[in-house]
T-cell receptor, first 110, second 116 residues
Framework: QKEVEQNSGPLSVPEGAIASLNCTYS??????FFWYRQYSGKSPELIMF????GDKEDGRFTAQLNKASQYVSLLIRDSQPSDSATYLC??????????FGPGTSLSVIP | GAVVSQHPSWVICKSGTSVKIECRSL??????MFWYRQFPKQSLMLMAT?????????EQGVEKDKFLINHASLTLSTLTVTSAHPEDSSFYIC????????????FGEGSRLTVL
């Protein structure tokens, strides 16, 4: 079983819609969860981090964490074409390494 | 967020030569830095954890004699790809964790290596 799993996509949403990105992880002892955005040919940039169960909102982005289900998600409201990128879910495992999922490619259609 | 700088951003070399990539934390001291490798359309794969003043910890399957890591100071880690071959062509990215932050990784700009 892979440590961090995501739907590879591509996920296409119309401009202004909500994009929903999902991630599951296998290490139940994981404590920290991150969402990174990566444009083609560029390094990842941090969008959100979350540690506690529930929702965390920052502007158009909402991260949701459910440790019992080992599930973390990212919602992007009012999606813009500039949001088109690959979104990487990352998990800081109980052994302190940060493991990345395969990424979900998002395309926002104008 | 914390700033991590990586150099060079791209490099082309001949097969059999060695290439050094530098990673610097600009506004914080990083006792630990991480080196990732990314092939096209794939995710980041952790290669090794660089520890200041001690030997790096390599992930399973990563050749430590081929990918030499040196972390000589609290702000600089280097990755040297020795005797590079075309299959080593990849995007190499370093990252560091600001000890004063909440644990997230900050990434350098990445170095794209092409071995001819």
């Amino acid at each position: 079983q892979k440590e961090v799993e995501q739907n590879s996509g591509p996920l296409s949403v119309p401009e202004g819609a909500i994009a929903s990105l999902n991630c599951t992880y296998s290490d139940r002892g994981s404590q920290s969860f991150f969402w990174y955005r990566q444009y083609s040919g560029k390094s990842p940039e941090l969008i959100m981090f979350i540690y506690s169960n529930g929702d965390k909102e920052d502007g158009r982005f909402t991260a949701q964490l459910n440790k019992a289900s080992q599930y973390v998600s990212l919602l992007i409201r009012d999606s813009q074409p500039s949001d088109s990128a690959t979104y990487l879910c990352a998990v800081r495992a109980s052994y302190d390494k940060v493991i990345f999922g395969p990424g979900t490619s998002l395309s926002v259609i104008p | 967020g914390a700033v991590v700088s990586q150099h060079p951003s791209w490099v082309i070399c001949k097969s059999g030569t060695s290439v050094k990539i530098e990673c610097r934390s600009l506004d914080f001291q990083a006792t630990t830095m991480f080196w990732y490798r990314q092939f096209p359309k794939q995710s980041l794969m952790l290669m090794a954890t660089s520890n200041e003043g001690s030997k790096a910890t390599y992930e399973q399957g990563v050749e430590k004699d081929k990918f030499l890591i040196n972390h000589a100071s609290l702000t600089l880690s280097t990755l040297t790809v020795t005797s590079a071959h075309p299959e080593d062509s990849s995007f190499y990215i370093c990252s560091a964790r600001d000890p004063d932050s909440t644990g997230e990784l900050f990434f350098g700009e990445g170095s794209r290596l092409t071995v001819l």
